[in-house]
């Protein structure tokens, strides 16, 4: 039997975690001799006594085949380790996963990626940033890496899928189980095109420490990652630090100094991650280049203002008095209910009216139910 196969079977036995697998990995065993281990072999091994007793009671030829072929039968590939295909990137980690299973474009494992991370609860800024970096890298070829969580990494995920892009979605979780349940039309809009990558066999469910371990492998696919928008215990910033421990690049994106969902992302750049304020100051760190600015989805129809260049603006520019930057500004961090713009401005409900209103008709913010206004 092939050592890959028998690498795949420790990975499915119960009980047989990543630290046990590595002591038999570098333990100078011989794979195929461990399917003819007696108990004592396995304790000598390093294994516990229950260890050692289960898989001499189960582990052989015969289990390892019904439980790959009960994996095939789900469209879920396998790769080890051991395998010509194993992503060189992620095998020059430090905590490279033994085995991954996927489902989707296991070829998107060697493409140029880069991770696209941050917070759960994202502003409006922190949605139109990601939307707009998203769509710009997808058109320089990079693939886009992120979690499948709420907010940011969601957000990322759907903006590469618009821009015909490729996306990896790698999960805390076993593939078959989509986490958060609210994502699992997502998902699956993703292995159409993309791929679901996670290191739990399938049925595992979420577990709260599977989702920090998780983010080693969101960087250690990729170029470099990217915290669009992070508080500072935003999880995010686990793949940041991930990122550094696997001699990659980190990036962030700066934001309103008056929001704390940016405060981890100030943080960064104060330790030396590169400020990011347009997709070319990214790319330029990979000798990529963007498309014509004016073939990018956002921008058709639009031509640049002066002094725009090739360096487009989040927002269209237009014309702003200063109540209405005021408004902007407090938009920019997080939606507002008319009553909490008229309490943080101190304005009468008419000049209030009358501002939120022309800002409206100049499609810089929208109404949402329950009277509230978000930045567009």
Aim: aromatic share 6%.
């Amino acid at each position: 039997m092939e050592k890959s196969l028998i690498l795949f079977g420790l990975h499915e036995m119960d009980g047989v975690g990543k630290k046990t697998i590595s002591k038999l990995m570098t333990g100078g065993h011989n794979l195929p001799d461990l399917l003819h281990y007696k108990e004592g072999d396995w304790v000598q091994a390093g294994l516990r006594k229950d260890q050692a007793a289960r898989l001499v009671e189960t582990f052989d030829a015969d289990w390892i085949e019904h439980r790959r072929e009960a994996v095939y039968k789900q469209g879920i590939q396998v790769i080890t380790y051991l395998d010509e295909g194993y992503p060189t990137l992620m095998k020059e980690t430090v905590q490279a996963p033994w085995v991954m299973y996927g489902r989707g474009d296991m070829n998107l494992l060697h493409t140029k990626a880069i991770a696209m991370v941050g917070t759960r609860m994202p502003t409006v800024y922190g949605r139109k940033v990601g939307e707009k970096l998203t769509t710009e890298f997808c058109h320089a070829g990079l693939t886009i890496v992120s979690g499948l969580a709420r907010g940011i990494d969601s957000t990322c995920h759907e903006a590469a899928l618009r821009a015909k892009g490729k996306t990896i979605a790698v999960f805390g979780t076993g593939i078959d189980k989509i986490y958060p349940p609210e994502n699992k039309k997502l998902a699956e809009q993703i292995a159409e095109t993309g791929l679901l990558l996670s290191e739990y066999p399938p049925g595992t469910r979420a577990h709260q420490g599977l989702f920090p371990e998780r983010n080693r492998i969101i960087a250690g696919l990729t170029l470099g990652t990217l915290v669009v928008e992070a508080d500072i215990r935003s999880g995010s910033l686990i793949t940041a630090d991930a990122a550094l421990e696997a001699g990659r690049d980190v990036f962030a994106v700066p934001g309103p100094i008056t929001s704390p969902k940016s405060r981890g992302s100030h943080n960064l750049i104060r330790q030396g991650a590169k400020l990011v304020t347009c997709g070319e100051d990214l790319l330029e760190e990979y000798r990529m280049d963007l498309p014509n600015p004016e073939q990018l989805p956002y921008n058709r129809g639009r031509s640049p203002e002066k002094g725009e260049g090739n360096h487009p603006d989040m927002f269209p520019k237009v014309s702003l008095s200063s109540d209405e930057r005021r408004i902007i500004s407090l938009l920019e961090q997080d939606e507002r209910s008319l009553d909490q713009l008229v309490e943080q401005l101190g304005w009468d409900f008419g000049h209030l009216h009358s501002v939120l209103l022309s800002l409206i008709i100049k499609k810089q913010i929208s109404q949402l139910p329950g009277t509230k206004y978000a930045r567009v």
